[in-house]
């Protein structure tokens, strides 16, 4: 009965996110375009399949992976399992209200490990890589781009945790990351660099969102120092710039190896 | 219908094939690291049916049904040759999706009880509201006009980096302004606009129209609708906060 009620609530918030789409797109049709399309019975399928598939995978995700991830996130910063039964070390740090930033170890590994995997199975970039495959020609294969945004953002939540722990403002990272870009954009293959762009703002939705923000706030609230309302932002940012810089990155040393094999091919011929 | 099946297990394996690495994580670390069973298991591996079922039917929608309606919709547009209603098209996908995007509503909520915190507005609920209530009009504001300038540089072929370097320069010289508060909102405020919807049908409308209009390049000029929609936010967002406070 529960699940009844959860599941019909997630699917009223995901048609709350679809009607003003529908609402816009069928007025634009009806009032200024004014044609006709083509097979919308079609398309109207398409549009159901999309609406369902999204509720269905956020009722899964909400049964049977939040709470987990959530758990997950507290206990790896709880300080009772940082110390690892060490009991003079936790009494310090409870006095003193020290910040050991290495204690934290496992929290940026999970980091790491958890950004990374959300990202591979997050439906949006599925899209976009999806379409940058097909109108690339297969020039920039879907997996590629994938790993490589899911690798940025597994470094960025990785280091946003670690900027968390050590409380250092959040600017100096955004802006040294911006100046990488910028310096990066220079070098960068041209095709590659709107989809770079694209890339920052399309890993952080439906998967990586909720989970990467109960890390944060985990760690805001377990470490002496930080407060949840200031600190446990800044993770999303991080994860939507680092993607950026390793697509630009991979997307440079593919172009570099494959000039490279093209010259040793005209050597060797 | 033997193909029919064979291709439903391939959809259904690749499907899994996505999903398997956030498996693969969580299972490890609960067992390895923390070193405890599964709380529920029976939740956690129903949950993970759902997700499987639920990602497939939407990489099958997106083939039959998001794709082709913003590469349709891009193809009428450009037929009718009136660069003003793309415009207005495109500020209104924008306005729309953003205003009532769940993770927007969160995160200015919490906007709210920041700077009520920060003595910036009335510690009131009336005021908090009001508070996040512009802030969300705000930045679907700013979602709007971004994806309507990024169709306008898709329609004249613009190169987009110096749009993005302006923007980032913008950006810095606002931060050292805001309040200290608002930082971290507004920077973050840039990744959660585009919803999961959102995201395919734009990418699709850019890469329609960068497909019609003569000259431009699907992957040079389409792409970089959704780049523009999460820079805005942040730029806004800082300004808001300056105007507040």
């Not at chain 1, 159901?48 to 999204?54: A, D, P, Q, R, T």
Request: aromatic residues 12%; charged residues 10%; neutral net charge.
């Amino acid at each position: 009965m529960d699940l009844i009620y959860h599941s019909a609530n997630v699917l009223l918030d995901t048609l709350k996110d679809v009607l003003p789409i529908i609402g816009v797109i069928l007025f634009f049709q009806l009032v200024v375009i004014r044609k006709k399309i083509d097979n919308p019975g079609r398309l109207a399928y398409g549009f159901f399949l999309v609406v369902i598939g999204l509720a269905i995978f956020m009722i899964g995700l909400e049964k049977g992976l939040f709470p987990l991830g959530e758990a997950m996130s507290r206990q790896l910063t709880n300080p009772d399992f940082l110390v690892k039964g060490d009991a003079s070390l936790l009494e310090r740090i409870e006095k003193t209200g020290t910040v050991y930033p290495a204690l934290y170890f496992w929290t940026y590994i999970f980091g790491f490990f958890i950004g990374f995997s959300t990202t591979i199975a997050e439906p949006a970039l599925i899209a976009v890589a999806l379409k940058a495959e097909e109108v690339s020609t297969g020039a920039i294969s879907s997996w590629g781009l994938r790993l490589a945004v899911a690798l940025g953002v597994a470094i960025g939540i990785s280091l946003g945790c670690y900027r968390i722990v050590t409380g250092t403002p959040l600017h100096w990272y955004i802006i040294a990351g911006y100046i990488v870009v910028i310096c990066q954009t220079y070098f960068a293959p041209k095709m590659i660099i709107p989809l770079a762009y694209d890339s920052g703002g399309v890993t952080t939705s439906t998967v990586t969102v909720p989970l990467v923000a109960a890390l944060g706030i985990g760690l805001a609230s377990n470490v002496p120092g930080r407060s949840v309302i200031v600190d446990a932002f800044g993770l999303i940012a991080f994860a939507s710039l680092f993607p950026i810089i390793t697509v630009l990155g991979y997307a440079t040393i593919a172009e570099w190896i494959a000039n490279r094999n093209r010259r040793k091919g005209f050597k060797e011929t | 219908m033997i193909s029919f099946l064979l291709n439903l297990v391939r959809n259904l394996f690749s499907v899994f094939i996505d999903i398997l690495p956030l498996l693969v994580v969580v299972t490890s670390f609960q067992l390895f690291v923390i070193k405890q069973p599964f709380p529920d298991l029976a939740a956690t591996i129903s949950g993970l049916v759902f997700v499987l079922i639920g990602l497939f039917l939407f990489i099958q929608g997106l083939e039959i049904g998001l794709f082709p309606l913003g590469e349709k919709m891009a193809f009428q547009f450009s037929e009718k040759g009136n660069i003003w209603w793309l415009l207005i098209f495109g500020f209104a996908i924008g306005f729309s999706t953003t205003i009532a995007e769940p993770a927007l509503i969160a995160v200015a909520k919490k906007a709210g009880e920041i700077a009520a915190e920060a003595n910036a507005i009335p510690h009131t609920n009336e005021s908090i509201k009001s508070y996040a209530f512009w802030l969300r009009v705000t930045v679907a504001l700013s979602v709007g006009s971004a994806i309507s300038t990024g169709v306008l540089r898709i329609v004249k072929g613009w190169p987009i980096h110096w749009f993005i370097i302006i923007g980032y320069i913008f950006i810095i010289i606002l931060t050292a302004f805001a309040p200290k508060e608002i930082v971290g909102i507004a920077y973050d405020s840039g990744g959660v606009t585009t919803s999961t919807i959102t995201v395919p049908l734009v990418a699709a409308l850019g890469v329609g129209l960068a497909t019609c209009i003569r000259g431009r390049s699907p992957i040079v000029d389409g792409f970089g609708l959704i780049a523009f929609a999460s820079l805005t936010p942040m730029f806004f967002v800082m300004l808001y906060g300056i105007i507040i406070y």
